[in-house]
């Protein structure tokens, strides 16, 4: 009696043969979709652009928040006349105060003008008739939560003019960093189902043109998942590119205002560097981007070749 042989695995020149067949048919549907083919791209290059807006926002606003509160700054400024050094040790005292940092009004003017561009302080001065600041003191807590009531404490000296500091504006930015996810969670959920639309539409208007093709394909045997596998193909294409060229437009888009903010004074330049994103997110970005993108396509031509299937 002859031993029955088991049957060879796959070598290496099958997967490579069937990688190739799939290449070709993955291309010939894209060839069939013509200017469909862009339509479905567009839709979500557009969606995966405005995603990618957005996540990179919340990172960066995130990153500035926390950048801000780490740096929590009480500023008093002085009555004029009155010199910041004269009420320096009185606030050295508070068991809440950290440092604090006397910032003379003729530093202070320096500064100022340095940032407008301007070389002649002389001048400058003589034409204002004076130095117009005052002295100011910044005043660093040994915590955020003590804050406020040493900003109370800071505002009864009588030597104390203004007291302020950055909480006021950290709520603002929280919310409308808040305002800012909702709009763009509702904006990507409906660019999603539309762009899930547009492919499932592309995918079967290509599946109805080659019905022929696949139905011969039937008859000498072939599978449905490997019929229509080319097809899955074809919408994660569409993902893919979609999420090439949308990166592409993000880093011309963060280019540009880079680029705008160069020659700006130094607190828009330290405002650039908190928003830039860390070397962590700048990675993980893209490949979010690519598998959202991936995720869109593929769900888009899901549903249009599911329909053929469970005839």
């Not at 740096?71 to 440092?99: C, H, N, T, W, Y």
């Not at 100022?112 to 100011?136: Q, R």
């Amino acid at each position: 009696m002859r031993s029955a042989r088991l049957a060879p695995p796959d070598t290496l020149q099958t997967w490579m043969t069937k990688l190739r067949y799939l290449s070709q048919e993955t291309w010939r549907s894209l060839r069939r979709g013509g200017w469909m083919n862009w339509a479905a791209i567009s839709t979500v290059t557009v969606l995966l652009f405005l995603f990618g807006l957005s996540l990179q926002t919340s990172w960066q606003v995130n990153g500035l928040l926390g950048q801000m509160g780490s740096q929590l700054e009480i500023s008093v400024f002085m009555k004029p006349d009155m010199a910041g050094s004269r009420l320096q040790a009185k606030i050295l005292q508070f068991p809440e105060i950290a440092a604090v940092q006397v910032v003379s009004k003729d530093e202070a003017w320096k500064d100022l003008l340095a940032d407008m561009g301007t070389t002649d302080i002389a001048g400058a001065t003589a034409g204002l008739g004076g130095n117009p600041l005052v002295d100011e003191l910044k005043v660093r807590a040994t915590s955020p939560g003590e804050v406020a009531g040493l900003v109370k404490k800071l505002a009864s000296f009588s030597e104390v003019d203004e007291v302020t500091y950055l909480d006021e504006a950290l709520a603002h930015l929280s919310q409308i960093s808040r305002g800012f996810s909702r709009v763009s969670v509702i904006l990507v959920g409906l660019l999603t189902l539309t762009a899930i639309a547009v492919i499932n539409t592309t995918i079967r208007l290509i599946v109805v043109a080659r019905q022929q093709e696949i139905e011969v394909m039937q008859l000498v045997g072939a599978t449905t998942n490997w019929i229509y596998l080319p097809f899955l193909l074809q919408g994660i294409t569409f993902g893919l590119i979609g999420a090439a060229m949308s990166g592409l437009l993000m880093a011309g888009s963060r280019s540009v205002v880079q680029r705008a903010l160069a020659n700006q004074p130094n607190f828009l330049q330290t405002l650039s560097d908190g928003l830039s994103l860390t070397p962590a997110q700048a990675l993980l970005l893209p490949l979010v981007m690519l598998t959202f993108g991936s995720l869109i396509g593929f769900l888009g031509s899901l549903f249009a070749v599911r329909r053929f299937v469970l005839r």
